[in-house]
Nanobody, 126 residues
Framework: QVQLVESGGGLVQPGGSLRLSCAASGFTLAYYAVGWFRQAPGKEREGVSCISFREVNQYYSDSVKGRFTISRDNAKNTVYLRMNSLKPEDTADYYC???????????????????WGQGTQVTVSS
């Protein structure tokens, strides 16, 4: 069964850090572009970051650039999102997803991604 499972969310104070994990089962994650998305209450789901096959390219939204880092561990069939200097506006449900191709593309967006995890909640609050 093809599945993505996110973990690592939680409650953190402003300025703190979290590392989200996206673990795949039923297929080899390394062959595909993987994106992280987030959805805050009352808002549309937005793209946060994307990583291509063999980490050839990584992309970040302007709102997280310089604070978040995406990476992949092919041996563990997992992609990570390291989030530093967290802000209250980062509060959202975070989802990982795979595209049916190995590259993100400079104009990567939600429509390119077909397999989704169930999400993990991140709350940034004092």
């Amino acid at each position: 069964q093809v599945q993505l499972v996110e973990s690592g969310g939680g409650l953190v104070q402003p300025g703190g850090s979290l590392r989200l994990s996206c673990a795949a089962s039923g297929f080899t994650l390394a062959y595909y572009a993987v994106g992280w998305f987030r959805q805050a209450p009352g808002k549309e789901r937005e793209g946060v970051s994307c990583i291509s096959f063999r980490e050839v390219n990584q992309y970040y939204s302007d709102s997280v650039k310089g604070r978040f880092t995406i990476s992949r561990d092919n041996a563990k069939n997992t992609v990570y999102l390291r989030m530093n200097s967290l802000k209250p506006e980062d509060t959202a449900d975070y989802y990982c997803a795979t595209a049916e191709r190995s590259w993100c593309g400079t104009n990567w967006n939600r429509a390119d991604f077909t397999t989704w995890g169930q999400g993990t909640q991140v709350t940034v609050s004092s």
